[in-house]
C-alpha cells in the first residue's frame, strides 16, 4: 500500500474537501514537525527543511505559514498579527487563509489565542506556557551581514567563531557612538549559537529571554527552522562597558490610549509635519483603551 | 651552570604533498632530484619532512628560492594549511590574556587537532605576519578594529580596554595614534606591515611567524620594519621564525638559519656559520649570489 492511500485510510484527509486538513498535505506536515523538534532541542540552530510550496508567493510569511499549518488543529485559535496590527493585509490575508483551510476560530485577543503568527512584533501582552508564538523570518543567518558565503557561515556556527560579528559591532560604536542596527538585532541563544530573532525591534528582544512561551520561526524562502524552547537564555550581544540598550520612547505616548510602556510608531501628519505616536500593537491598545472606559477616565482626554 | 633550555616548538617530518601522491613522492623528489613534482604521480611535494626545534626567544630563519616551500612551513604551521602527515608539539600556555582558551597536553600531536582546537591555539599563542598585508588584514575595517578582531578571539569583551590595548599597540608600531578609526587602505605599505605587526602582537603570542615582511618594501621603510622588529622581539622576548630570500635581512635578524630547496631543508646551523662558511652546493650558490 502507497503511503498516499494509507493517508487516505488512516488520515485525516476526507473525501468531501479537494485538499487535507491545514492544506498541506501529512507527508509534508511531519517534514517540519520533524524538524520543529530538532530546532527545539538545538536552540537557536538553523534547521534546513523541506519547504513546500502554498498558495501565496515566498517570502510573504510562508516560512511562519508551514509551521501554523502543521501544527494547527481543530480547537485552535488563531491569531496573526503583522508589526503588531491585527489588521494590515498580510495579517488578515493570513489569517482568512488558514480560517479557510481549517475551520479554526480566529481571535484578535492575545491571552486568548493558542497559536499566535507574527511578522516582525512580539505581542506587548505576557504570554503563558499554553501559547506558541510562530515568527515569519525574511532572512533567518545572523552572520549574513558579514559572510557572504553560507558554507562560511555554517562553518562559524560550527565553532562557534563569531568574532567577525563582534567586530560589526565594535566598528559600528566607532563609526556612530553606539551600536546601530534597529530590528534584527543578533542574540546568543543558550550561550552557544549566534540566532537572528527577525525583524523584531530591540524593545521586544528581553521578552525572548527565559520566556514562559515557544518561539518558532520560519523562514520559507531560505527554507530554515529555527526555535527558542520556553526558559531558554536569550542575550542580544553587548560589551561590559556598552551595555544593550532597547528604544527609548521617554516623553512620548500613544495618541489613543495613552500608553507610555508599550512599543510606539511614530506617525508624521504630512500636511503640518506633526509627529504623534501610536501603540504598534494595536489589539493591546484597545485593551487598554476599554479597560480606561470602564474606569471612566481617559488619558488622551 | 648552562640553564636547561626547552624548546617551544618542536616539529617533527612536516610534509605537506599537494595532489594525490603515491608512496614514492619523497623518494624521488628534493634537491637531488632538482624538482619537487613526483614523476609517478604527478603530485607536488610542496614541503617534505622537515623536522627542527624551536627555543624560547630564538630567531630561526629560513631562506630559499621561491617556490622551495619556506611560506608553506611557516602558514602549515600557523594552520592556515592543513599537513599530510608530520608532528607538531608546542610546550608553553599562554601569557597573560583573558581567555579560558583551554589549551590541549602538551603531548598532543597539534597537526591533529580539530580545526576550532587549532584555531584557538592560533589565537591565543601564535601571532602571523604575511607579505601580502590583504592576507592579514581586513582592508574595509579601521586598524583599531583589526587589532580587537584578534582581541575579541582571545575573549576580550570589554570596548574601552580593546581599544587602549590597540592604541598602545599601534603607538609600539610608530603609527600615529590618531589613526586608530583608519582602514588601513588608506595606509602606505610600511605602515600596513607595521598594523599587522601590531595585531599580530596584540595577544601576547609566543612564537611570532614573519612571512617575507620586507619583501617589497623600499629600503629605508624595510630598516625601518627590522629595527621594530629586533626592537619588539627583544622586548617581548619572543620565538620568532623569519621567512625571507633576502639574506641580509636574514643576517640582520637571526641567529639560526635553515636553508631549503626543493620542498627539503639542505642545510641548517648558525646564521654566521651558514653565510660565511656554507656546505651545501645551494648554499654556496646562494650567498655568492648576493648582489
Redesign the interface.
Known sequence: MRFSEWLHEHGQAKKSRDYNFAFINEAAKREIRRKILKAVAIPGYQVPFASPELPIARGWGTGGLQITLSLIGPEDILKVIDQGCDGSVNAVNIKKFVGQVTGVSTTTDTRRATIIQTRHRIPEEAMTRDQILVLQVPFPEALRTVEPSEAETR?MH????Y??M??YL??D??KFGEISIGARYPVTVNGRYIMDPSPIPRWDLPRLHLAETLFLFGAGREKRIYAIPPHTRVEPLE????PFRVENFRGKACRRCGSRTTFLDEIIDEASGNRTYLCSDTSHCDKLLAQQDEQGDCACK | MMPQWKPVLIIKDLTKIYGGGCPRCLEVTGPDFETNICRHCGAVVACGQVSFELYPGEVLGIVGESGSGKSTVVRLLYFDYEATSGELYFRDGPSGSPSQVQLPQADANLLTLN??QK?QLRHVCLGMVYQNPHLGL?MA??S??NI??RL??AGY??????RDRSAQLLAKTEIPVERL?EPPRNFSGGMRQRVQIAKALSNNPVILFLDEVTTGLDLSVQARVLDLIRQLQSEFHLAVIVVSHDLGVIRLLTSRTMVMKCGRVVESGLTDQILEDPQHPYTQLLVSSQL
Open positions: 562553518r560550527g565553532e562557534a567563531d568574532s567577525q563582534w567586530l565594535y566598528e560604536i566607532v560589551f561590559e562597558d556598552v | 580545526s576550532f584555531r581586513r575595517v579601521s583599531g578594529g580587537a578582531e575579541i578571539m569583551r570589554h570596548l574601552g580596554r580593546m578609526d
